[in-house]
């Protein structure tokens, strides 16, 4: 299947700082990219949709001015936690696909512990 | 996206067959069943998906009534490395794709000697 990547797999920070994550497609294009949360022994919860090009589109509840999201590629999309403190700490997964009817595939996850 | 029930949790041996069993009933015409896998701290990776009948890969098959508002999981002679967390989930023709999931509690399978 096709492959996503993150980079970092695991980070720690200071509280106020802030963090960025990124998520690629290697080996195909993805003009929607997946952003999700989970907490330890908890599903998945989607935080935002990434659009190539364009503004994401966040969940109900999560706060576009903290975890601010770009996707300038079409193999790329970031998520930065800015300001980042504890109760960020947490478990991010981002998705990609490789089109309309395609199946999604996750990234391998990027721990982040803000201490 | 239709919401999905599944067992929090099974236990089973090396070597048997494992059937995990989700229920939609409120499954949608154009929906697919779609099925992930979770290790511990890492993402999810996809099993299987159907629509209906059976559908079968190299490592589950997915079985699906006609009134499609279950699905059953089946995975043959499972070993340690099966222990995870199986998550079905209910959604549109493009369920991946450009559409977002919604993902349930899943079932935590636990496979011993």
């Known amino acids: 299947g096709a492959v996503v990547s993150q980079h970092p797999s695991r980070v720690i920070c200071k509280s106020g700082t802030s963090v960025k994550i990124e998520c690629r497609s290697l080996?195909?294009?993805?003009?929607?990219m997946f952003w999700y949360r989970q907490f330890p022994k908890k599903s998945l919860m989607l935080m935002a949709t990434?659009?190539?090009?364009?503004?994401?589109?966040?969940e109900q509840g999560v706060e576009k001015d903290k975890f601010l999201i770009n996707h300038a590629s079409l193999t790329l999309s970031t998520l930065t936690v800015t300001s980042a403190h504890p109760e960020d700490s947490s478990f991010y997964i981002c998705?990609?696909?490789?089109?309309?009817?395609?199946?999604?595939?996750f990234g391998p996850g990027t721990r982040l512990l803000v201490l | 996206l239709a919401k999905t029930t599944q067992p929090i949790s099974m236990d089973s041996y090396e070597g048997q067959e494992v059937n995990i069993t989700c229920s939609h009933n409120?499954?949608?015409?154009?929906?697919?069943i779609t099925w992930y896998q979770q290790f511990p701290s890492q993402g999810p990776r996809f099993i299987i998906q159907?629509?209906?009948t059976k559908v079968t890969n190299e490592v589950a098959s997915l079985f699906i009534p006609a009134d499609r508002k279950s699905s059953t999981l089946s995975l043959p002679r499972v070993s340690l490395s099966d222990t995870a967390v199986y998550y079905c989930l209910v959604g549109p023709i493009l369920t991946g794709g450009g559409n977002k999931l919604t993902f349930g509690t899943g079932t935590q399978l636990k496979v011993e000697l």
């Open positions: 080996d195909f294009q993805a003009t929607t």
């Open positions: 159907g629509y209906k």
């Open positions: 998705s990609a696909s490789l089109g309309a009817g395609e199946t999604q595939y």
């Open positions: 990434s659009n190539e090009g364009s503004k994401a589109t966040y």
């Open positions: 409120n499954i949608a015409t154009n929906d697919y």
